[in-house]
């Protein structure tokens, strides 16, 4: 239902996609994992038209984009199909949460107030925040700003909806509530494009795993395929890093604390890098 | 200070309370009005980056911060008559001090939306707005509370600086004082009572710029 092309993008000199191409089917949740600097943050931004890219071609169900070069009227009825969801909120300062996920259905939809307002009631009840709906984003928590951040971005009930490391700026113990929302949605049947580094949320949320590394896709499969069975030496290793930290010996840890050549043979090879 | 200067000084005083309301206050509030809208469109056509627009833009806060308001009041009333555009002394003292708070408080607007995180303009792109739409619903609104200190002391400026007007002729409280005292001689005592009006008018700004302060925080 969503294609993206050989999407390329380069800031000055640096290649930061190379050549990206991804298909995501109704109903598919995928995480986008990889390494800061892989570029998942901008083909998400780039699907978003916030980052133009180089050259590269979008389908949405049945309509087609050129990723570089796109009319403000197409660009329009786009971003009334999908939903983008930010690292950092961006809420609205000035607006209550209602104010927030209505913003887009007044403005630029010229929808009648009371039509958005039940909308919006709707929304926010869903994520939990029914009491919260006349709260000015400075008085909500970043866990309740960033449920605020996703009923907005399902406002115009999208076709797909993008998150950028939506947990990423959030305190730890904060995280659980955003993830259990994403959670309701996948299960709902929602699409959703979601860069992440929640190793777990990967695994028991999504249907696909894609990931990048240095502007390509390296391994791209099922959640279940990626995690227990993953194709790739880099993916391996990516795999392993990212999970066995907290399930090393202490004796291990202090090996990789005090430098590769000292840890034992299960986790050298992750230490070369 | 004999009962005589006390009678005259009553008397003067509601006479300049009266020319402060019917003159200073208008003028203050059109020409800060006017000049607001010019430093607001200032800023955006900055930000927007309109082209050419950019380029004039900077000429006009180059030249209007770096002359003087009275050489450039004395160029609206005395000079441009000399080639056939004349304007009364009301009229010249707003346009030279609009032009005045827009350069001005244009950096100020500028700065302060700028400061709204870049974030909630993608955020309004997202939800479809146009750059302008995310402008009225979303940035300025931010940008004038953040500008709202700075705003207030360009307008308790102006108050003071409309009585620049007097060297073109508008008869505000300090041409009313002076002629009032030039038939009694009692420069000192009106000349203290014409600085009070002015105080007290900018102690009544002063006090609404706090109340609307508070006012502001309890929105956010």
Partial sequence: ?273 | MNERIITELVESFGKLFMVGLRVTIPLTLAAFSTGLFIALMVALAQIARVPVLRRLVRVYIWIIRCTPMIVQLFIVYFGLPTIGIKFNSFTSAWIVMSLSIGAYCSETVRAAIESVPVGQLEACYCDGLTFWQAMVHVIVPQALRTAFPPLSNSIIGLVKDTSLAYSVALVEILATAQRIAARTYDYFWLYLEAGLIYLIFCSILTVAQRKAEAALERRR
């Fill in chain 1, 1 to 273: 239902m969503l294609r993206l092309q050989n999407v390329y993008k380069k800031f000055g000199d640096t290649m930061v996609l190379n050549n990206v191409s991804l298909d995501v089917n109704q109903g598919d949740v995928v995480a986008i994992l990889g390494p800061s600097g892989s570029g998942k943050t901008t083909l998400l931004r780039c699907a978003g038209y916030l980052t133009k890219a180089d050259s590269g071609t979008l389908t949405i169900s049945d309509k087609q984009y050129d990723m570089k070069k796109i009319s403000s009227k197409d660009l329009r009825e786009y971003r009334r199909r999908v939903g983008f969801v930010f690292q950092n909120f961006n809420l609205y300062g000035n607006k209550t949460a209602l104010g927030n996920v209505t913003l887009g259905l007044r403005v630029s939809q010229k929808m009648p107030k009371e039509e958005a307002e039940e909308i919006g009631k709707t929304l926010l009840e869903r994520v939990g925040l029914g009491d919260r709906m006349d709260f000015y984003p400075s008085k909500l928590s970043g866990g309740q700003q960033q449920r605020v951040a996703i009923a907005r971005a399902l406002a115009t009930n999208p076709e797909v909806v993008f998150f950028d490391e939506p947990t990423s700026a959030l305190d730890p113990e904060l995280t659980g509530e955003v993830l259990t929302v994403i959670k309701q949605l996948a299960d709902e049947g929602r699409t959703m494009i979601v860069v992440t580094h929640e190793m777990e949320f990967a695994r028991k949320v999504a249907t696909r795993v894609v990931f990048m590394e240095e502007g390509e896709i390296v391994e791209e499969n099922t959640a279940r395929e990626f995690f227990e069975n993953p194709q790739k030496e880099r993916t391996k290793e990516f795999i392993h890093k990212s999970t066995t930290w907290a399930s090393m010996t202490e004796e291990e840890q202090a090996a990789l604390e005090a430098g590769a050549d000292a840890l034992p043979d299960v986790i050298r090879h992750d230490a070369d890098f």
